[in-house]
């Protein structure tokens, strides 16, 4: 059997009514040289009903066998792929139907081995919403370029939140080779609790520079069943953060193993423990990084701030934080950490700014960002001449 020149593989557990937007999506790719791969971590709803159809000598459909934390069942969904260069795509997720073809004109002759895309916020819905079924959109140039993972690297040690337009595994598509790599050096892919973060550090960690896609190729799906790391960000139902922990079968000051302690739902430590676990893991590559202390409150304390002005109550936060701090003897910044918050409440701004509605749902908007894209751009246009 020949080597397919890409792979996905969409991870999915007890999400069907979503899995068959993502796989829909991953059928509709115009590329010929692709291989889909479901993989289902012991779903008990209609997953496996919802990969039927699908079913052929392009697509597979895989099962864990057994319940596996979100880390694991990753690994063992990427462990399946044959594919030259090798994506995930979240089962909530969508992708435009020109995702591959687009890469593959952008990889050339080149020999990058790394190529990531931005995911755009396509709101899912939730109680309380205004937006369902909308697209966002920041202006695009569907221009490429290089980055320094180097670079990245320092972002992600430095600033310590999740920085979401690194390479991650489901916004990228990543050479076999590079995965081997990292496997070779710590026998695995996804580290610690939150396996998109792990995956940013591991790809990061063992090339030189990764090419940018500056386009609308990948839909991130924002929704009422939110899984993962983000359980940890507050907000989230306390059903899902104690499924969420349940199934690594550990104590969670062995899931934040590494991250200054904090007797509070933020997502920074989250974070900072995969950061730190990382460290070890990869050896030499990561000497030249360490998690910077006062980076690291100062975004604990700015996503406090960021609760504070949404109206909830953080005291507790607050006190739990200010407690942390002085144990590693750093100085709550609160101007620092207010200017953060200033910051990504612009970007946010920025990145919203092209709204577009009316779709029936994600697989539809996604089938349409080629169109999209080419507004977007030629609004771009007319702004700078105008």
Not at 194 to 222: E, Q
Request: proline share 3%.
């Amino acid at each position: 059997m020949s080597t397919p020149r890409f792979s996905i593989v969409i991870p999915t557990r007890n999400r069907a009514r979503y899995l068959q937007h993502a796989i829909r999506c991953a059928a509709s790719q115009v590329h010929e040289s692709l291989e889909i791969i479901v993989s289902d971590n012991d779903s008990a709803d209609e997953t496996r009903a919802v990969v039927e159809p699908y079913l052929n000598g392009r697509t597979r459909y895989v099962n864990t066998g057994r319940t596996l934390c979100m880390p694991d069942s990753w690994e063992f969904a990427l462990a399946q792929a044959r594919g030259e260069f090798v994506t995930v795509l979240s089962d909530d997720d969508a992708i435009s139907p020109e995702l591959c073809d687009r890469i593959e004109r952008a990889i050339g002759g080149s020999r990058d081995d790394l190529y990531q895309w931005p995911r755009h916020r396509y709101v899912l819905g939730w109680e309380g919403t205004d937006d369902t079924d909308t697209l966002y959109l920041p202006d695009l140039s569907g221009e490429f370029y290089a980055k320094s993972a180097a670079a990245m690297l320092d972002k992600w040690y430095g600033v310590c939140r999740y920085i979401k337009d690194s390479p991650m595994m489901f916004n990228c598509f990543a050479h076999r080779d590079l995965l081997a790599r990292v496997r070779r050096r710590c026998g695995r892919v996804f580290i610690g609790m939150s396996p998109d973060v792990a995956a940013g550090v591991a790809l990061l960690a063992h090339t030189r520079a990764y090419v940018y896609f500056d386009a609308a190729l990948a839909l991130a799906g924002i929704g009422v069943q939110s899984i993962g790391c983000n359980c940890v960000a507050g907000g989230q139902s306390a059903s899902n953060v104690d499924t969420f922990f349940a199934e690594f079968g550990k104590r969670i000051d062995e899931l934040y193993a590494g991250s200054p302690h904090i007797d509070a739902d933020l997502l920074t430590p989250a974070v900072a423990s995969v950061l730190t676990q990382a460290k070890p893991a990869h050896g030499g590559a990561l000497a030249d990084h360490a998690l910077d202390l006062d980076g690291f409150f100062t975004a604990c304390l700015a996503q406090v701030v960021e609760f504070e002005r949404g109206g909830r109550d953080v005291g507790d936060k607050r006190a739990a934080l200010a407690r942390s701090a002085e144990a590693h003897g750093v100085t709550l910044d609160e101007r620092a950490a207010e200017a953060q918050v200033e910051h990504y409440a612009q970007r946010r701004t920025v990145e919203r700014r092209h709204a577009f509605g009316g779709f029936a749902d994600i697989f539809e908007c996604a089938t349409q960002l080629p169109g999209l894209e080419q507004q977007v751009i030629e609004r771009g246009r007319q702004h700078d001449a105008a």
